[in-house]
């Protein structure tokens, strides 16, 4: 509201910036700065992130070697799609409800 009374340009840009390099680095150190995470724990997670990633590097090679496609110019966007920043809403849901509560 303040910033709307300066009369202050709201340049989307800007905005978006912001908030990609200085806000969602920000949320992801905060939360990960509140867990308690055990170095097998963390392990465990990192082996499973590598063999689903091989897995489905295989599957898309294949994929693609079936339809005739050249696998070198599809396995980037197949194995690695742009979700990242889905998850943070459902993470943010499910980790900070129990940190705030509504009374």
């Known amino acids: 509201m303040a910033w709307a009374l300066s009369g202050q340009g709201f340049e989307n840009e800007f905005i978006t910036r912001l908030v ?20 097998q724990l963390l392990g465990d997670i990192a082996l499973a992130v590598i063999l689903l990633l091989l897995l489905t590097a295989a599957l898309a090679i294949m994929l693609c070697r079936m339809q005739g496609l050249p696998w070198r110019n599809y ?16 993470a943010l849901f499910a980790l900070a409800s129990r940190a705030w509560r509504w009374h």
Do not use: H
Request: aromatic residues 6%; hydrophobic residues 50%; neutral net charge.
């Open 20 to 39: 990609m390099w200085v806000g969602a680095p920000c949320l992801i150190v905060g939360t990960l700065g509140k867990v308690d995470v055990s170095l």
């Open 75 to 90: 396995l980037p966007s197949l194995v690695f799609p742009n979700t990242g920043n889905m998850g943070l809403p459902l």
